[in-house]
């Protein structure tokens, strides 16, 4: 029986809180490979779980911009909530600070947490993967 080494067990999730740094991009492929995606965040208790859990420390999650409008989007495509999602990103935030930063980070241990930061600096991050139960 494998037993998910290292991830925490979330309302319906796992969540791993990695050691190392890493870029935005590498740290997606790193949770892809293990059939997960850099975290979505869908409520203000999974957004209280999370910055508990990283301790302070910031995380990359998987909230990015894309196409041509550069609208925030979830690499795991879950729809982006811009209203419950307005109360997560730090007073100030984002500000595309020196028109480059396209990803986001948990940066406060608070509900207002968010940053968005240049998606080619490296630091910790989370990967979420659905609890799927194995057939009996
Ligand atoms: O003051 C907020 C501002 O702080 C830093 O820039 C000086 C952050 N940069 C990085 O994290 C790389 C900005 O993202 C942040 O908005
Ligand atoms: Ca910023």
Redesign the pocket.
């Known amino acids: 029986q494998m037993v998910s080494q290292g991830w925490k067990y979330f309302r319906g999730n796992f969540y791993y809180f990695s050691r190392v740094s890493k870029t935005w991009y590498s740290a997606e492929q790193f949770c892809t490979y293990r059939d997960s995606h850099l975290t979505s965040v869908t409520s203000e208790s999974e957004q209280e779980f999370l910055y508990k859990t990283a301790g302070g420390l910031i995380h990359w999650i998987g909230l990015t911009k894309a196409g041509s409008e550069g609208t925030w989007k979830w690499v795991d495509d879950t729809p982006f909530d811009k209203v419950l999602s307005r109360r997560f990103w730090i007073p100030?935030?984002p500000?595309n600070?020196g028109h480059n930063?396209h990803c986001t980070n948990l940066k406060m241990p608070s509900l207002q947490s968010w940053?968005?930061?240049?998606c080619d600096?490296g630091f910790l991050f989370i990967c979420k993967r659905p609890y799927k139960p194995s057939e009996p």
């Not at 940053?115 to 240049?118: E, G, H, K, T, W």
């Open positions: 100030g935030e500000n600070y930063e940053n968005d930061a240049p600096t």
